[in-house]
């Protein structure tokens, strides 16, 4: 099956930083989406994207749709100690059903 | 306001004790999905009900069933849980199965003695 390589598997950083982890693919897709999740709690959508070259905003998020369909990046801008979480890349294969990548663990120091 | 409700949140069990595992929404959507998450892992979808239509994952386990009785309700039976069960649940829905984006509940968290 298609695999997600998401990266890095997690990064810790200091409060005010900029944050910024991708997800790469050997297939092209029709979206991407990026999930953050809390300690405890399900996933919570950010931002979803469905055009490659894509760019969109989320307050403090950028993510964008690379334009040969087989890779996103999400970046955080000046980051919070509240970012603190695992954040998924996520895909449709070819069943519409989603595919995660291995998340990226992201620790902010204030 | 909570879009997709889950409970319990926390779930103990005994090994060998079937639980079930209840998920809402009042998003009407048609299509409802389970997923087992396992620690510092991402979710693994086990099933879904496209409207009345149940669609298993090929390597999900027997032991793990579900049921739709309507639109807003789905639940998780596990008729035998074992010590490798022990995990969070996450029901998640979305408007159709071309509807990429899938919106998730809180989850339970499912410990097994």
């Known amino acids: 099956g298609q695999q997600l390589n998401q990266s890095p598997q997690s990064m810790f950083i200091q409060e005010g930083e900029d944050v910024s982890m991708n997800c790469t693919s050997s297939s092209i897709f029709n979206t991407w989406l990026w999930y953050k999740q809390d300690p405890g709690e399900g996933p919570v959508l950010l931002i979803a994207?469905?055009?490659?070259?894509e760019l969109t905003s989320n307050g403090r998020l950028t993510a964008q749709f690379g334009i040969t369909r087989k890779d996103s990046f999400l970046n955080i801008s000046a980051s919070i100690p509240s970012d603190v979480g695992i954040y998924f890349c996520a895909t449709n294969n070819a069943g519409n059903m989603l595919t995660f990548g291995g998340g990226t663990r992201l620790m902010v120091k204030p | 306001d909570a879009m997709v409700i889950q409970n319990p949140r926390y779930q103990v069990t005994q090994f060998g004790k079937p639980v079930t595992l209840s998920c809402s929404q009042t998003l009407n959507h048609n299509v409802m999905y389970w997923y087992q998450q396992k620690s510092s892992q991402a979710p693994k979808l086990l099933f879904h009900?496209?409207?009345?239509?149940?669609?298993n994952e090929a390597d999900t386990p027997d032991n793990f069933q579900s049921r739709r009785p309507n639109t807003s309700f789905c639940f998780l039976d596990i008729r035998s849980p074992g010590l490798g069960d022990a995990a969070m649940y996450l029901c998640?829905?979305?408007?159709?199965?071309?509807?990429?984006?899938?919106?998730f509940g809180p989850g339970t968290r499912l410990l097994v003695l």
């Open positions: 009900y496209y409207d009345k239509d149940f669609n």
């Open positions: 998640a829905t979305s408007r159709d199965r071309r509807w990429e984006t899938q919106y």
């Open positions: 994207l469905y055009k490659a070259g």
